[in-house]
């Protein structure tokens, strides 16, 4: 009865991983969430807001107060001017921004450029729009792009290219040269670009977030992505938030109106104080660092070989000196017989190439990341 508009799209990973993990009582390393609370502060803010009574519609575009406290901090982080007014949406989550910017930008037929392992909202998103996306590999152990295949990539029917720094799930990083020549690839067309910048507050070594707001002409044509769920350790809240030149950004309200129409208002107007009374800048730099660190500590002396995290909150293993099976079989092994739960990377291509790598999450209290460690230590 049903023709499935997405017939080679199952449930997400995240989700399949995180029922599993459930199933067998595994720790759950998959799902990318943590497992600690937020400040309790915020949660009286939220309750606060509720019994004043915020609790109806907010504008479609998002409350102004929080508007105004994104502008001031991607000003202050990368010095790029966003106008409250008409440059920034609050979404549910960065999931509901991708695919608002992804319907209101691409047309049948557009190509579209994405890195793999890509996050896995990307192609559903663009193959709903009529888009066609034109996948470029990246490989362990360092994940970096090759600018000369992009470069031979792209032609008159490229309408965006969707980057991802930090990159989830590879924990990977663009940097300065990297931007550059980005830039240099798209100057003189019509290209824009989707940048995924949800872990622009978790990056690690003392690196410097090379967001596209920190280049004038990459900002003029792109729609940056980003979210308050990792920065606050609030997932749960769904809430995200787009940027775009004035131009663009109308044409994503547009959609927005009618595909969310609006956000929850106690929670903007919680956030939005939240951060002004705090004058918080968000940075979790050492925060996670030091998590990363202590997970890698913990293992180091186990059979996975770790692949260095520059940013986001994931980790990525190694297993290929314990065994052949598939990654997607040997996560199954792990989380049903060893208690762990990860996620398999090849699930991030398009032809599930397996480089035998499993992805782990390590927003997680001491005491997990403990469990957890012990339990990868014997195998
Ligand atoms: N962003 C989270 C991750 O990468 C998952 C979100 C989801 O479950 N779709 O793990």
Not at 163 to 188: C, F, R, W, Y
Request: proline share 4%; charged share 25%; glycine share 4%.
């Amino acid at each position: 009865m049903v023709r499935s508009k997405l017939p080679d799209t199952g449930t997400t990973i995240f989700a399949v991983m995180s029922k599993m993990a459930d199933e067998y009582n595994a720790i759950n390393l998959s799902r990318g969430f943590p497992d600690f609370h937020c400040d309790e502060e915020l949660i009286s803010l939220v309750a606060e807001f509720m019994h004043k009574g915020f609790n109806q519609y907010a504008p479609i575009e998002g409350i102004i107060e929080l508007r105004e406290v994104i502008s001031d901090l991607v000003h202050k982080n990368y010095s790029f001017q966003y106008d409250p007014e008409k440059e920034i949406l609050i979404t549910a989550g960065a999931t509901q921004a991708i695919y608002t910017a992804i319907s209101a930008l691409v047309r049948e037929e557009d190509e579209i450029i994405i890195f793999e392992p890509a996050y896995d909202c990307y192609v559903p998103a663009i193959e709903m729009n009529g888009g066609i996306p034109i996948f470029i590999s990246m490989k362990k152990p360092d994940y970096k792009i090759d600018w000369d295949e992009v470069q031979k990539m792209v032609n008159p029917k490229t309408k965006l290219i969707i980057v991802n720094t930090p990159h989830n799930p590879s924990g990977s990083i663009l940097n300065a040269q990297d931007m550059e020549k980005l830039k240099k690839i798209v100057s003189g067309t019509n290209i824009l670009i989707l940048s995924d910048e949800v872990y622009e507050n978790i990056i690690f070594d003392g690196y410097e977030h090379q967001s596209v707001a920190r280049f004038p002409q990459l900002a003029e044509r792109s729609v940056i992505v980003s979210s308050f769920g990792k920065s606050l350790h609030v997932t749960g809240w769904r809430m995200g938030y787009c940027l775009a030149p004035q131009e663009i950004m109308k044409e994503i309200r547009k959609v927005h109106q009618y595909l969310a129409y609006t956000v929850n208002t106690p929670m903007q107007y919680a956030i939005a104080e939240y951060i002004k009374r705090k004058n918080y800048d968000l940075s979790l730099r050492q925060f996670y660092q030091e998590k990363r660190d202590y997970f890698s500590r913990l293992i180091n002396f186990s059979r996975f070989k770790i692949i260095p995290s520059a940013g986001t909150y994931f980790q990525l293993l190694d297993y290929s000196s314990i065994t052949d099976e598939k990654d997607t079989v040997f996560a199954e092994i792990l989380t049903k017989e060893h208690g762990v739960a990860s996620v398999p990377m090849s699930v991030f291509y398009k032809d599930k190439y397996d480089a035998k790598v499993l992805r782990f999450c390590f927003a997680k209290k001491k005491e997990t990341l403990e469990r957890a460690a012990e339990r990868l230590m014997k195998i």
